[in-house]
């Protein structure tokens, strides 16, 4: 996790050593992208009434929209608007499990840039677009993936809150280079403010560093019991005998294998339904 003052050390220290100027050599934002006009993200779930509702919004009020450059300043503004939406990035700012807003798509392109000879080729860069949505606004039916089942904590009130975050990161190990762009609608509604409490517990995510462990070993082909074993061992280590935080469980649970097997089998090329 980066936090804002780890953040802005970085960039001085950078500056100081003269790596950082103007900013690192990033291929920048396409004036068109800056410039065009933002209609609704098609990957929020809303249903037709909150849909029309945003459209309108978007129509008469407009969006919110922040650019951002290379320079410690610019990045300590990036920071701390994130920071005064509770947007949760992951590897920049942690998320708060009773935080509202929830990250609903991420989209990750590889920026191309010009080798010897003029040939283009990928850069060292990736640009990643990262599109959170209020969960007092949030229809679980909706969507390819509706579900009928209301896992969302939090009342559906039809608050109209979005928020996109356009950032580049190093391809190597997706450590953050840059914010470039804070866009969306960043008023709650007056019902979303009014809702103080979760309908229901949310469902806690188990801690990245416990969770990349536990790939590890399976990537080792460690029989599941074992595998357990040493993840307790690793969490009582690392963590004592905390259950876990507001941001993430320090505990295995059993229905943690399924998703750990997913991911092995997405990364050696089985295809999921």
Not at 18 to 23: A, D, F, K, L, P
Not at 155 to 176: E, M
């Amino acid at each position: 996790m980066t936090t804002l003052n780890q953040f802005t050390v970085f960039w001085e220290a950078a500056r100081g050593c003269g790596i950082v100027t103007s900013g690192p050599d990033i291929p920048p934002l396409r004036l068109s992208d800056q410039m065009k006009q933002y209609g609704v993200p098609t990957k929020l779930k809303l249903l037709p009434d909150a849909q029309q509702l945003m459209e309108q919004h978007i129509d008469t009020v407009g969006i919110d929209r922040e650019h951002f450059i290379c320079t410690v300043e610019s990045q300590d503004l990036a920071f701390q608007l994130l920071d005064c939406l509770h947007v949760h990035i992951p590897t920049l700012l942690q998320r708060d499990v009773r935080s509202k807003l929830a990250i609903h798509n991420t989209d990750t392109k590889v920026l191309k840039s010009k080798g010897p000879h003029g040939k283009i080729q990928p850069s060292a860069y990736s640009r990643v677009t990262c599109l959170l949505q209020c969960s007092c606004g949030t229809d679980h039916t909706a969507g390819t993936n509706g579900s009928k089942l209301q896992e969302i904590p939090w009342k559906n009130v039809g608050c109209l809150v979005w928020v996109k975050v356009i950032a580049t990161h190093f391809t190597s190990d997706n450590s953050l280079v840059v914010i470039e762009e804070v866009s969306g609608i960043f008023d709650h509604s007056s019902a979303c403010e009014a809702e103080l409490e979760m309908d229901h517990d949310p469902c806690i995510p188990l801690h990245p560093e416990l969770r990349e462990f536990a790939l590890a070993l399976l990537r080792l082909n460690t029989p599941l019991m074992q595998l357990q074993e040493q993840c307790h061992s690793f969490a009582k280590q690392k963590w004592g005998d905390l259950a876990g935080d507001t941001h993430a469980r320090y505990m295995l649970m059993s229905h943690d294998s399924t998703s750990l097997y997913r991911t092995i089998a997405r990364e050696i090329g089985i295809p999921q339904q």
